[in-house]
Structures are given as structure tokens and as C-alpha cells.
């Protein structure tokens, strides 16, 4: 049965879809609201000054944003199901979802560019089929691999770049199963932080505590000697006064030393817990978690800024928790700073590490990213929906991930370098409140060309999110 299935499939392949245009040109306010979403700062996208002098000679799209021009709009979602059948990839998945193969699963994003895009372009797309794999067994199940290539054009003709898609799809159930974990193995505690011990709040610390649930951090201040210190305390240790406020810290800091916890483990906590005394620019120091950063990627005197967590919430179990919500302060690595200047070739080398980036992903990101790549599926922005088709949360859709992966080459490689590629493999999701880790390092140079590859990798506590290279052209 599945040597039948698999040569329907394969006459499907080379086939092509009808050309999609895109509603309208490709626009800079457009291209800002992608920014925003992204954090971008590369003024080519939105300095018209900067853009104009550039290598580009004026405003360019950002080369992620490839294939959201031509997606149709929120009132088409209801219409893209009713096309079933017209397009090859709907005639494959209606060849396989009748065989029992329904589960799906992204698995590989490439986009590849032949040039950057401008304001005014109008592009339309033509998705072929490349390629239907014999089944294969996955860890998920028993599957199929299917793989589309959407070719981008200007209305004119003018060839911009591909996008390489593919996905399994398996059958549910026929998967590796986990091991079973046996009675002897200890379980980790339920790290849920609501299961945390409430901190002991009294007239001494009140104000401080307040302040971390507007996410503010304050620390004490002396208004004797006006000195700042910090654990709070009823008298000053400098000049014995009793008299106490505060001043609000901007948040940042230094790692000053740090340990691992790993024992004893009690509920509340994903073990092992970094743990860092934070050096703050105000001058006190204060110990928190690390968010974000395992301890072999800690080091003395790395640059912090300070995350929050809302570990008690104001309302528990449908009432409302007369001891009031929790907040506590803790640290992540501050994000690296955006290059002003462009590297050249010359200047970097194989193996080349780049900065530990910790990106914290909230469900305005998701939202914001969603809606910023033109992205209207119900589990990028409803969590109610989300969870009715069996995923834990909302999670980040893969052109944002993508995005995030092409700024954070960019803020290190400079404004102007030119991305040509950008291929990812898929992973685990990217649900909120769950911080994404970049890391990277270049993994070849080619001086002659200019051509270098970084290779990328964004995890979170359920692990690799996305890995992948972006492919750039630095002058020499
Ligand atoms: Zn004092």
C-alpha cells in the first residue's frame, strides 16, 4: 500500500502551484511594524538617511520578511481551507491524511535571497513540488517527508528568492515511546513557581516588594548618608540612621561570582539553579537566579540585566490570594549591542564565537511577531484555541524565529551585511515565559568570496528551538 501511495505522490512532484500575488507593494510602514516586532535596530530597514548612503542606496526590506508579502490577509484564512485540492501540497496531504498520516510537523525552513527587496516591489510566489520521501520511521512516527519550493518573483518577472519547506507527516502513536521511568528514579520537583517559598515581607522590605511587582527594582536608601545598600534593614550599618527610602535601579549589573544549586531540590525550581551575586551599577550587591544561561556559560563579570518573574499570582484557583501577588527580581545576560560599523572578512575567522544573546519570549512577542509576518493561525495569538489542538500554550511562529535569528547575526556582523540565506531546522517550541538562548559562531570563512557562514542555535528549558547558519557577504 505504501509503494502505491508513494507513486501517486511522486507524480504530484514537479508540479506547481498557481502564481499567489501579493495584495499590495511592499511598504516601509510595513517594514517598520516587522522591526518593532523583531527589535530590530539595522537602520537600512528604517533610516532613510542612513539607508540612502548605504550599500543599498535606500530603504530595503529586512531579507526574513521573503515570503510574508504574498500571504493573503486575516479575511482569507477561512478561504485558504476551502482551496484544498486545487494546489500539489493540498493534493499530497489529502493523499496521505487518507492513509492515516495526520499528525504534522514543521521541519525544515530554508530561505535563500538573489537580491534585497525594496519599497514598490510587488511579488508574487509559485510553490512546486520538490520532493516526497519514502516512508521513513521518526521519533514521532511513522512518516512521510514533504518538501516544497516557493519561488519569489517581482510581477514584473525579476527572480528574488526561494523558500524550501518541509514537513512530516506521521502517523500519531507509531513513534519511539519514551522510556518508562522506573519507581527507583527520584523525580524532579514540579518546578511550577507559584510552589516557591513566599518571601517574608515586613515593614523593612514593604516598599521593595511593591516595587518588584510593577517591575521595579528598588533598593534602600539611607536618607542619613543617602548611601544605597542592600538586603534592606532597619538601621543604617554607615550612619545608624532610621530614616529609609528607596531609589529605583535601572537594572543592570555584573555577575560578581555564581554557583549551581543542586541540592537540596525543593518544588518551585528547575534544578540545577544558577545562582548569581550581581554587582549593580547603583553599587549593591544582590543574589538571584540566572534566567536563561546554564553555569559552564557563566562568567565572572558578564554584563546582567535584571528579568522578573511573577511567581505568585494575584488570583489563585478562581480567588483572590489575600497575602496579594509575589514578584521576584532575577538576572539574565544583557543582550549583546548592536554593531554600528560592518565587520569585514578580513576581521573574522572560523570558529569565531558570537555573543550569548537571552531573548525573553511573552505572549505580546508572539503576538506581536504573528502579526508583524502576517501570520494569522489561531496558535500564534489564541491561547484558548492553542490548547484545544493540543499545544501546551501559544507559541512563536517560524517566520519571527527566523527574524530573531537574522538580527542576531546582523547586530553582530554590522548594518550592512548582506544576508543570502537563512536555513533552519525546527524544534521545540517556543511557548512564553520560556526565555530563548542564542548562541553561535562562525563556521566558515571564504576570503576571496567574502561569503561566511554562522551557525546558530536558539534553546529554551524544552530544549532546541531552532538550529541553523545564516549565510552573509562581508567586503573585504
Ligand atoms: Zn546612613
Known amino acids: 500500500m505504501s509503494d502505491e501511495l508513494l507513486s501517486r505522490m511522486r507524480e504530484v512532484v514537479g508540479q506547481h502551484s498557481e502564481p499567489s500575488l501579493a495584495r499590495h507593494a511592499i511598504g516601509t510602514a510595513a517594514i517598520a511594524d516587522w522591526c518593532d516586532a523583531m527589535g530590530e535596530d539595522n537602520p537600512c530597514y528604517t533610516d532613510p538617511e542612513f539607508a540612502a548612503k548605504s550599500r543599498h542606496g535606500g530603504i530595503v526590506a529586512p531579507p526574513a520578511t521573503l515570503d510574508i508579502w504574498t500571504r493573503p490577509g486575516l479575511p482569507a484564512q477561512a478561504s485558504l481551507a476551502r482551496r484544498c485540492g486545487k494546489?500539489?501540497?493540498?493534493?499530497?496531504?489529502?493523499?496521505?491524511?487518507?492513509?492515516?498520516f495526520i499528525g504534522v510537523v514543521a521541519v525544515n525552513s530554508e530561505l535563500e535571497f538573489a537580491r534585497y527587496l525594496r519599497p514598490g516591489d510587488l511579488l508574487q510566489g509559485v510553490q512546486v513540488m520538490e520532493d516526497v520521501s519514502e516512508e521513513k520511521q521518526t521519533a514521532l512516527g511513522i512518516g512521510h517527508f514533504v518538501t516544497?519550493?516557493?519561488?519569489?518573483?517581482?510581477?514584473e518577472g525579476e527572480h528574488v528568492g526561494d523558500l524550501l519547506f518541509r514537513i512530516l507527516k506521521f502517523r500519531p502513536g507509531t513513534g519511539a515511546r519514551p522510556a518508562a521511568a522506573t519507581d527507583d528514579e527520584p523525580k524532579p520537583p514540579d518546578a511550577s513557581p507559584a510552589l516557591r517559598p513566599r518571601p517574608a515581607i515586613n515593614r523593612d522590605n514593604q516598599a521593595l516588594w511593591d516595587g518588584y511587582r510593577t517591575h521595579e527594582l528598588r533598593l534602600p536608601q539611607c536618607q542619613g548618608c543617602q548611601r544605597v545598600f542592600f538586603p534592606p534593614s532597619p538601621r543604617c550599618a554607615q550612619c545608624g540612621s532610621f530614616d529609609m527610602a528607596y531609589v529605583v535601579s535601572e537594572g543592570h549589573g555584573t555577575v560578581y561570582s555564581h554557583v549551581a544549586v543542586h541540592y537540596p531540590q525543593a518544588p518551585g525550581f528547575a534544578y540545577p539553579v544558577p545562582v548569581a551575586l550581581v554587582e549593580l551599577d547603583e553599587g549593591p550587591r544582590m543574589v538571584a537566579d540566572l534566567v536563561g544561561v546554564s553555569r559552564d556559560q557563566l562568567e565572572i563579570g558578564m554584563p546582567v540585566e535584571v528579568d522578573w518573574l511573577d511567581s505568585h499570582p494575584a488570583v489563585v484557583d478562581g480567588a483572590t490570594d489575600s497575602r496579594g501577588p509575589v514578584t521576584l527580581p532575577r538576572f539574565r545576560p544583557a543582550a549583546p549591542p548592536r554593531r554600528t560599523e560592518t565587520r569585514t572578512v578580513g576581521s573574522v575567522s572560523e570558529g569565531d564565537p558570537l555573543p550569548l544573546w537571552v531573548l525573553p519570549i511573552t505572549p505580546t512577542r508572539i503576538v506581536a511577531g504573528a502579526l508583524a509576518t502576517r501570520d494569522f493561525q489561531d496558535v500564534h495569538h489564541d491561547r484558548d484555541l492553542a490548547h484545544k489542538k493540543g499545544s501546551a500554550d501559544t507559541f512563536l511562529n517560524i517566520n519571527t524565529s527566523m527574524g530573531f535569528m537574522e538580527r542576531y547575526v546582523c547586530d553582530w556582523a554590522g548594518p550592512e551585511a548582506v544576508v543570502t540565506a537563512l536555513r533552519v531546522k525546527l524544534g521545540a517550541p517556543a511557548y512564553p515565559y520560556h526565555p530563548l538562548t542564542f548562541t553561535g559562531s562562525v563556521k566558515s570563512v571564504d576570503a576571496t568570496t567574502g561569503r561566511v557562514v554562522v551557525e546558530v542555535a536558539a534553546t529554551n528549558t524544552l530544549g532546541r528551538h531552532v538550529a541553523g547558519t545564516v549565510e552573509l557577504e562581508l567586503n573585504p
Do not use: F, H, I, W
Open 148 to 155: 516544497t519550493r516557493t519561488k519569489y518573483s517581482t510581477v
Open 87 to 100: 494546489d500539489p501540497l493540498s493534493r499530497v496531504m489529502a493523499m496521505v491524511e487518507a492513509e492515516g
